[in-house]
T-cell receptor, first 114, second 115 residues
Framework: DAGVIQSPRHEVTEMGQEVTLRCKPISGHDYLFWYRQTMMRGLELLIY????????DSGMPEDRFSAKMPNASFSTLKIQPSEPRDSAVYFC????????????FGNGTRLTVT | KNEVEQSPQNLTAQEGEFITINCSYSVGISALHWLQQHPGGGIVSLFMLSSGKKKHGRLIATINIQEKHSSLHITASHPRDSAVYIC?????????????????FGQGTILTVHP
């Protein structure tokens, strides 16, 4: 079990550029979550998918953010255009459908927008 | 006011001490989670519980649903336990159902254990 894999680990970009974060969930997991962590707001849920379908995107801050899950083994979170206030650590997590199944987190992508 | 409140925000202990971190919440929940975030940034799920008590090694988590309160205990603390401990809740499932992973987080407790 390779765990949840995120890439890149670090991303530094200039304001206005497009940023794409990637996530590979654990095989067999039905749910995939994108979280964001900042010093000011802590951890927040952005969006989650069930069987590749977005279920709740109420945490996505604005239209500049979009997320896709084209298949069970891959998801992307895109920010276009990026702004300095988007600087944060973005975590992907996955879990099985069963009740009491724990969340498994990736190592996160640290995004810095200058 | 946050739906999830943790105390203390910072905790310093000597190796071997018994540690308690508290979490209070203000809404109905389906489950409560305790997470550990290491200095390197990775997050690990320690416990998910909806009633009673769970134990794993030196870690014990308890929850009192009536009082809307949970505690995380660490027995015989060790410097490697130094981390941020985060309490998170899954809100009571809506009619359409929800995933246990749709979490609302506390602000975290920074634990430092000195040798």
């Amino acid at each position: 079990d390779a765990g949840v894999i995120q890439s890149p680990r670090h991303e530094v970009t200039e304001m206005g550029q497009e940023v794409t974060l990637r996530c590979k969930p654990i095989s067999g997991h039905d749910y995939l979550f994108w979280y964001r962590q900042t010093m000011m707001r802590g951890l927040e849920l952005l969006i989650y998918f069930n069987n590749n379908v977005p279920i709740d995107d109420s945490g996505m801050p604005e239209d500049r953010f979009s997320a896709k899950m084209p298949n069970a083994s891959f998801s992307t979170l895109k920010i276009q255009p990026s702004e300095p206030r988007d600087s944060a650590v973005y975590f992907c997590a996955s879990s099985r459908r069963r009740a009491n199944s724990p969340l498994h987190f990736g190592n996160g992508t640290r995004l810095t927008v200058t | 006011k946050n739906e999830v409140e943790q105390s203390p925000q910072n905790l310093t202990a000597q190796e071997g001490e018994f540690i308690t971190i508290n979490c209070s919440y203000s809404v109905g929940i389906s489950a409560l989670h305790w997470l550990q975030q290491h200095p390197g940034g990775g997050i690990v799920s320690l416990f998910m519980l909806s009633s009673g008590k769970k134990k794993h090694g030196r870690l014990i988590a308890t929850i009192n649903i009536q009082e809307k309160h949970s505690s995380l205990h660490i027995t015989a603390s060790h410097p490697r336990d130094s981390a941020v401990y985060i309490c998170a809740i899954t809100l009571m499932a809506s009619a359409g159902g929800t995933s246990y992973g749709k979490l609302t987080f506390g602000q975290g407790t920074i634990l430092t254990v000195h040798p």
